[in-house]
Protein backbone atom coordinates (compact mmCIF):
# COMPACT_ATOMS: atom_id res chain seq x y z
CA UNK A 1 0.00 0.00 0.00
CA UNK A 2 1.48 3.13 -1.11
CA UNK A 3 2.20 6.15 1.87
CA UNK A 4 -0.88 7.91 0.11
CA UNK A 5 -3.12 5.11 0.53
CA UNK A 6 -1.68 4.03 4.27
CA UNK A 7 -2.70 7.83 4.93
CA UNK A 8 -5.89 7.75 3.32
CA UNK A 9 -6.61 4.86 5.58
CA UNK A 10 -6.19 6.17 8.76
CA UNK A 11 -8.40 8.86 7.43
CA UNK A 12 -11.33 6.29 6.88
CA UNK A 13 -10.93 4.91 10.09
CA UNK A 14 -11.07 8.14 11.76
CA UNK A 15 -13.91 9.60 9.62
CA UNK A 16 -15.47 6.14 10.29
CA UNK A 17 -15.60 7.62 13.97
CA UNK A 18 -16.96 10.61 13.36
CA UNK A 19 -20.16 10.26 14.35
CA UNK A 20 -19.80 9.21 17.56
CA UNK A 21 -22.25 10.71 19.32
CA UNK A 22 -20.58 11.22 22.58
CA UNK A 23 -18.14 14.37 21.96
CA UNK A 24 -15.68 12.76 24.48
CA UNK A 25 -15.88 9.04 23.30
CA UNK A 26 -14.99 10.36 19.67
CA UNK A 27 -12.15 12.39 20.99
CA UNK A 28 -10.50 9.22 22.68
CA UNK A 29 -11.58 6.88 19.46
CA UNK A 30 -9.84 9.47 17.19
CA UNK A 31 -6.76 9.40 19.31
CA UNK A 32 -6.44 6.07 19.91
CA UNK A 33 -6.85 5.64 16.36
CA UNK A 34 -4.21 7.67 15.40
CA UNK A 35 -1.93 6.69 18.00
CA UNK A 36 -1.80 2.87 17.09
CA UNK A 37 -1.86 3.46 13.49
CA UNK A 38 1.11 5.93 13.80
CA UNK A 39 2.83 2.88 16.69
CA UNK A 40 2.69 0.56 13.53
CA UNK A 41 4.05 2.75 11.35
CA UNK A 42 6.70 3.53 13.37
CA UNK A 43 7.88 -0.03 14.07
CA UNK A 44 7.02 -1.04 10.68
CA UNK A 45 4.40 -4.01 12.20
CA UNK A 46 4.78 -7.15 10.87
CA UNK A 47 1.81 -10.02 11.07
CA UNK A 48 3.55 -12.10 13.16
CA UNK A 49 4.24 -9.60 15.85
CA UNK A 50 0.78 -8.54 15.46
CA UNK A 51 -0.55 -12.01 16.18
CA UNK A 52 1.56 -12.25 18.93
CA UNK A 53 0.59 -8.86 20.42
CA UNK A 54 -3.31 -10.37 19.93
CA UNK A 55 -2.31 -13.62 21.49
CA UNK A 56 -0.89 -11.73 24.48
CA UNK A 57 -4.01 -9.62 25.00
CA UNK A 58 -6.41 -13.02 24.83
CA UNK A 59 -3.85 -14.71 27.51
CA UNK A 60 -4.58 -11.43 29.81
CA UNK A 61 -7.96 -11.32 29.69
CA UNK A 62 -8.29 -15.38 29.80
CA UNK A 63 -6.39 -15.36 33.20
CA UNK A 64 -8.28 -11.82 34.28
CA UNK A 65 -10.66 -12.54 37.34
CA UNK A 66 -12.18 -9.75 39.92
CA UNK A 67 -9.25 -10.47 42.45
CA UNK A 68 -6.52 -11.41 39.54
CA UNK A 69 -7.06 -8.22 37.48
CA UNK A 70 -3.97 -8.69 35.12
CA UNK A 71 -5.33 -5.84 32.63
CA UNK A 72 -4.86 -3.18 35.73
CA UNK A 73 -1.08 -5.12 35.99
CA UNK A 74 -0.31 -4.46 32.51
CA UNK A 75 -1.68 -0.80 32.80
CA UNK A 76 0.50 -0.51 35.64
CA UNK A 77 3.34 -2.38 34.66
CA UNK A 78 3.70 0.01 31.22
CA UNK A 79 3.29 3.01 33.87
CA UNK A 80 0.20 4.09 32.44
CA UNK A 81 -1.90 4.03 35.80
CA UNK A 82 0.59 6.07 37.48
CA UNK A 83 0.20 8.59 34.43
CA UNK A 84 -3.31 8.61 34.86
CA UNK A 85 -3.42 9.25 38.37
CA UNK A 86 -0.30 12.40 37.54
CA UNK A 87 -2.80 13.73 35.10
CA UNK A 88 -6.26 13.50 37.48
CA UNK A 89 -3.74 14.74 40.70
CA UNK A 90 -2.69 17.71 38.04
CA UNK A 91 -6.61 18.32 37.33
CA UNK A 92 -8.32 18.09 40.69
CA UNK A 93 -5.02 20.67 42.37
CA UNK A 94 -4.86 23.98 41.26
CA UNK A 95 -2.81 24.79 44.47
CA UNK A 96 -4.55 28.46 45.64
CA UNK A 97 -1.56 30.70 46.46
CA UNK A 98 0.36 30.13 49.49
CA UNK A 99 -1.17 26.75 50.25
CA UNK A 100 0.99 23.74 50.75
CA UNK A 101 1.33 21.31 48.66
CA UNK A 102 -0.95 18.17 48.80
CA UNK A 103 0.17 14.85 49.34
CA UNK A 104 0.80 12.69 46.18
CA UNK A 105 -0.95 10.45 44.90
CA UNK A 106 -0.28 6.98 43.40
CA UNK A 107 -1.49 3.94 42.04
CA UNK A 108 -4.16 1.68 43.86
CA UNK A 109 -2.89 -1.87 42.98
CA UNK A 110 -4.92 -5.18 42.69
CA UNK A 111 -5.37 -5.21 46.55
CA UNK A 112 -7.56 -3.04 48.11
CA UNK A 113 -10.51 -4.58 49.38
CA UNK A 114 -13.54 -2.56 50.24
CA UNK A 115 -15.04 -2.98 53.73
CA UNK A 116 -12.13 -3.49 55.99
CA UNK A 117 -13.20 -3.16 59.79
CA UNK A 118 -13.71 0.30 61.98
CA UNK A 119 -10.89 0.27 64.49
CA UNK A 120 -9.88 2.46 67.16
CA UNK A 121 -7.06 4.58 66.87
CA UNK A 122 -4.09 2.55 68.30
CA UNK A 123 -5.23 -0.43 66.98
CA UNK A 124 -2.76 -3.20 65.51
CA UNK A 125 -4.19 -4.36 61.61
CA UNK A 126 -1.51 -6.86 61.94
CA UNK A 127 -2.30 -9.24 64.36
CA UNK A 128 -1.20 -12.93 63.29
CA UNK A 129 0.73 -11.37 60.53
CA UNK A 130 4.60 -11.93 60.11
CA UNK A 131 6.68 -8.91 60.49
CA UNK A 132 8.37 -6.36 62.36
CA UNK A 133 5.81 -4.36 64.49
CA UNK A 134 5.89 -0.64 63.24
CA UNK A 135 3.62 2.33 64.60
CA UNK A 136 2.50 4.46 62.21
CA UNK A 137 1.48 8.41 63.42
CA UNK A 138 1.18 11.82 61.71
CA UNK A 139 -2.09 14.39 60.60
CA UNK A 140 -4.32 14.96 58.50
CA UNK A 141 -4.77 18.39 57.28
CA UNK A 142 -6.02 20.79 54.51
CA UNK A 143 -3.78 22.40 52.54
CA UNK A 144 -3.49 25.43 54.93
CA UNK A 145 -2.18 23.04 57.65
CA UNK A 146 -5.27 23.25 59.51
CA UNK A 147 -6.28 19.45 61.15
CA UNK A 148 -9.36 17.69 59.70
CA UNK A 149 -11.13 15.87 62.25
CA UNK A 150 -13.22 12.89 60.94
CA UNK A 151 -10.85 12.06 58.23
CA UNK A 152 -10.78 8.24 57.23
CA UNK A 153 -7.70 6.68 56.33
CA UNK A 154 -8.49 3.15 55.21
CA UNK A 155 -5.36 1.41 55.26
CA UNK A 156 -4.11 -2.48 53.67
CA UNK A 157 -0.56 -3.30 53.71
CA UNK A 158 1.20 -6.91 52.60
CA UNK A 159 2.68 -8.82 55.51
CA UNK A 160 6.66 -8.82 56.48
CA UNK A 161 6.92 -12.07 53.47
CA UNK A 162 5.55 -9.39 50.63
CA UNK A 163 2.59 -11.07 50.99
CA UNK A 164 -1.12 -10.04 50.84
CA UNK A 165 -3.85 -11.85 52.56
CA UNK A 166 -6.15 -12.39 49.15
CA UNK A 167 -2.77 -14.30 48.06
CA UNK A 168 -3.02 -16.84 51.26
CA UNK A 169 -5.40 -18.78 49.63
CA UNK A 170 -8.58 -18.98 47.33
CA UNK A 171 -11.11 -17.88 50.30
CA UNK A 172 -9.37 -15.25 52.26
CA UNK A 173 -10.16 -13.70 55.42
CA UNK A 174 -8.85 -9.88 55.75
CA UNK A 175 -5.47 -9.18 57.24
CA UNK A 176 -3.24 -6.36 57.94
CA UNK A 177 -6.46 -3.85 56.87
CA UNK A 178 -8.40 -1.30 58.70
CA UNK A 179 -10.30 1.71 58.81
CA UNK A 180 -9.43 4.67 61.26
CA UNK A 181 -10.68 8.12 61.65
CA UNK A 182 -8.76 10.98 62.98
CA UNK A 183 -9.36 12.77 66.46
CA UNK A 184 -10.24 16.08 66.82
CA UNK A 185 -6.74 17.30 66.32
CA UNK A 186 -6.67 15.32 62.83
CA UNK A 187 -4.38 12.81 64.37
CA UNK A 188 -3.84 9.21 63.67
CA UNK A 189 -2.03 6.79 65.08
CA UNK A 190 -2.39 2.93 64.43
CA UNK A 191 -0.22 0.29 64.53
CA UNK A 192 1.01 -2.57 61.48
CA UNK A 193 4.06 -4.25 60.54
CA UNK A 194 6.83 -2.31 58.37
CA UNK A 195 6.15 -3.59 54.98
CA UNK A 196 8.89 -5.61 52.90
CA UNK A 197 9.38 -5.26 48.90
CA UNK A 198 7.39 -7.99 46.84
CA UNK A 199 7.22 -9.04 43.13
CA UNK A 200 4.08 -8.20 41.37
CA UNK A 201 2.18 -11.25 40.54
CA UNK A 202 4.31 -12.92 37.78
CA UNK A 203 3.13 -16.24 37.24
CA UNK A 204 1.31 -14.75 33.74
CA UNK A 205 1.29 -13.22 30.91
CA UNK A 206 2.90 -9.52 32.18
CA UNK A 207 5.46 -11.75 33.84
CA UNK A 208 6.21 -13.34 31.21
CA UNK A 209 6.26 -9.98 29.30
CA UNK A 210 8.61 -8.58 32.01
CA UNK A 211 10.82 -11.65 31.97
CA UNK A 212 11.13 -11.00 27.98
CA UNK A 213 12.66 -7.17 28.64
CA UNK A 214 14.46 -8.19 31.20
CA UNK A 215 12.48 -5.60 33.56
CA UNK A 216 12.41 -6.00 37.70
CA UNK A 217 9.32 -7.19 38.72
CA UNK A 218 9.57 -6.18 43.06
CA UNK A 219 7.88 -3.25 44.41
CA UNK A 220 9.91 -1.68 47.08
CA UNK A 221 7.96 -1.61 50.88
CA UNK A 222 5.01 0.42 51.21
CA UNK A 223 1.70 0.19 53.27
CA UNK A 224 -1.65 1.84 50.94
CA UNK A 225 -4.31 3.90 51.94
CA UNK A 226 -7.36 5.93 50.68
CA UNK A 227 -7.76 9.03 52.96
CA UNK A 228 -10.93 11.04 52.61
CA UNK A 229 -12.47 14.06 54.23
CA UNK A 230 -15.80 15.64 53.37
CA UNK A 231 -15.24 18.64 51.37
CA UNK A 232 -12.05 16.97 50.35
CA UNK A 233 -10.92 14.81 46.83
CA UNK A 234 -10.35 11.56 47.94
CA UNK A 235 -6.24 10.60 48.38
CA UNK A 236 -5.38 7.21 47.08
CA UNK A 237 -1.86 7.06 48.28
CA UNK A 238 1.00 4.77 49.77
CA UNK A 239 4.19 5.45 52.39
CA UNK A 240 7.10 4.16 51.34
CA UNK A 241 9.74 2.48 53.32
CA UNK A 242 13.32 4.30 53.35
CA UNK A 243 15.98 2.51 52.18
CA UNK A 244 13.75 -0.35 50.66
CA UNK A 245 15.54 -2.89 48.25
CA UNK A 246 14.20 -1.67 45.09
CA UNK A 247 13.01 2.12 46.48
CA UNK A 248 14.64 3.83 42.81
CA UNK A 249 12.92 0.90 40.88
CA UNK A 250 9.64 0.58 41.69
CA UNK A 251 7.99 -2.19 38.88
CA UNK A 252 4.93 0.18 38.60
CA UNK A 253 6.83 3.11 38.76
CA UNK A 254 3.98 4.65 41.97
CA UNK A 255 7.10 5.82 44.13
CA UNK A 256 7.30 9.63 44.79
CA UNK A 257 10.01 10.86 46.82
CA UNK A 258 7.79 12.78 48.99
CA UNK A 259 5.99 9.63 49.87
CA UNK A 260 9.34 8.10 51.18
CA UNK A 261 9.30 8.09 55.19
CA UNK A 262 12.08 7.20 57.56
CA UNK A 263 11.05 3.92 59.96
CA UNK A 264 12.92 4.75 63.01
CA UNK A 265 14.53 1.67 65.00
CA UNK A 266 13.37 1.16 68.70
CA UNK A 267 14.95 -1.14 71.67
CA UNK A 268 11.82 -2.91 73.87
CA UNK A 269 9.81 -0.30 75.90
CA UNK A 270 7.22 1.87 75.82
CA UNK A 271 5.86 3.58 72.71
CA UNK A 272 4.74 6.79 72.58
CA UNK A 273 1.11 5.58 71.85
CA UNK A 274 1.48 4.43 75.57
CA UNK A 275 1.69 0.73 74.16
CA UNK A 276 4.35 -1.42 75.99
CA UNK A 277 6.55 -3.51 73.35
CA UNK A 278 8.31 -6.48 74.47
CA UNK A 279 10.21 -6.74 70.96
CA UNK A 280 12.20 -3.98 69.00
CA UNK A 281 9.73 -1.92 66.84
CA UNK A 282 9.71 0.89 64.11
CA UNK A 283 7.75 4.30 64.18
CA UNK A 284 7.07 6.12 60.89
CA UNK A 285 5.52 9.60 60.79
CA UNK A 286 3.54 10.47 57.67
CA UNK A 287 0.57 14.21 57.42
CA UNK A 288 -1.46 13.69 54.80
CA UNK A 289 -2.62 17.02 53.14
CA UNK A 290 -5.54 16.79 51.03
CA UNK A 291 -6.89 19.36 48.14
CA UNK A 292 -10.13 20.63 48.90
CA UNK A 293 -13.71 19.39 46.33
CA UNK A 294 -13.82 21.93 43.39
CA UNK A 295 -16.52 24.78 44.02
C1 LIG B 1 0.57 -3.24 44.96
O1 LIG B 1 1.14 -2.33 45.47
O2 LIG B 1 0.00 -3.93 45.73
C2 LIG B 1 0.59 -3.43 43.48
C3 LIG B 1 0.44 -2.34 42.67
C4 LIG B 1 0.44 -2.50 41.30
C5 LIG B 1 0.59 -3.76 40.74
C6 LIG B 1 0.74 -4.87 41.58
C7 LIG B 1 0.75 -4.71 42.96
FE1 LIG C 1 1.08 -2.98 47.52
Known amino acids: MSEYNQDKLIQD ?30 VDLRPEEWQAGLKFLTATGQISTDTR ?5 LSDTLGLSMMVVALQQARASGTPQGALPPTEATVEGPF ?86 YPVPFDGPVGEMMRA ?44 DSLVVDFEAHPPGRAVDGREMETPYHSASFDFRLVPEPA
Not at 232 to 244: E, M, N, P
Open 69 to 73: PEFVL
Open 112 to 197: YWAGAPDLELGADIAEGVPGEPALYMGRVTDLDGKPLAGALLDIWSGDGDGLYDVQLSDEPTMKARGRFRTDNEGRYWFWSIRPTF
Open 13 to 42: VVKAFSGTPDARLRELMTALVKHVHAFARE
Open 213 to 256: CGRNINRPGHIHMQVSAPGHVKLTTHIFVAGSPYIDEDAVFGKR
